[in-house]
């Protein structure tokens, strides 16, 4: 059964930065694309970063120039740095596996907000 475990979530001013990890279990994390999902109060989960197997990154437009997402195959860890963070991304964080169907089921996510 797949485990997803987020953290490093919490309250920043605009500008500033934050790193999230996300600790996988239960899959071979290595061969699978690996993303992170935001969900914003109102809004639907969109992926804004995904990592193939072979660290090939790709970002939204959104995020594109700010956030870095990095993985760490020995850890079974995927991590997304966000810096220049804007109140815009103030939402909950989610982790993935990223695929042509759903993903399966979800971690509890963690909680990013952006404000002054």
């Known amino acids: 059964q797949v485990q997803l475990v987020e953290s490093g979530g919490g309250l920043v001013q605009p500008g500033g930065s934050l790193r999230l990890s996300c600790a996988a279990s239960?899959?071979?994390?290595?061969?699978?694309?690996m993303g992170w999902y935001r969900q914003a109060p109102g809004k639907q989960r969109e992926l804004v970063a995904a990592?193939?197997?072979?660290?090939?990154?790709s970002y939204s437009d959104s995020v594109q120039g700010r956030f870095t997402i990095s993985r760490d195959n020995a850890k079974n860890t995927v991590y997304l740095q966000m810096n220049s963070l804007k109140p815009e991304d103030t939402a909950v964080y989610y982790c993935n596996r990223v695929l042509g169907g759903a993903p399966g089921s979800w971690g509890q996510g963690t909680q990013v907000t952006v404000s002054s």
């Open positions: 239960g899959i071979i994390f290595s061969i699978y694309t």
């Open positions: 990592i193939t197997s072979g660290e090939t990154t």
